[in-house]
């Protein structure tokens, strides 16, 4: 799983870490909210699997499912983001920045999140009242 954060104005995602998935969801939670309470955040955002074509597949039902039992452990609001083209998104800016195989494929997890977030984050701020 990709962890990313934002500078504290909620301007700009960073990359932080990748957690590897325990195969117990509690787990997992617990190990998000242990990053969640270090880092103070105020919001955890997750990203949503929508198919291409814009539906709801089992997939983004699966990530919108857990995300609403992740809200129960991490105590600060959850929200999704439509993640279509994260990865890609992602993979394209390693090579750019001339990040090579073994290492982009370390890497792409938390890169895609932190594009996940920034998208989140430029929503928001598209939709605030100016």
């Known amino acids: 799983m990709g962890l990313a954060l934002s500078d504290s104005e909620g301007r700009v995602a ?22 969640a309470a270090d880092r103070q955040v105020a919001v955890v955002v997750v990203g949503l699997p929508i198919s291409l074509d814009g539906t709801m597949g089992p997939a983004a039902r699966a990530a919108g499912a857990e995300a609403r039992r992740l809200a129960a452990a991490v105590g600060v609001p959850v929200e999704t983001c439509d993640e279509r083209l994260s990865t890609a998104a992602a993979e394209r800016q390693l090579r750019l920045g001339e990040v090579k195989g073994s290492r982009r494929r370390q890497v792409v997890d938390m890169a895609a999140a932190a594009v996940i977030l920034q998208s989140w984050l430029d929503a928001r701020r598209d939709a605030a009242p100016t």
């Open 14 to 35: 960073t990359p932080l870490e990748v957690l590897e998935r325990s195969g117990s969801e509690a787990q997992d939670h617990a190990a998000i909210a242990a990053v």
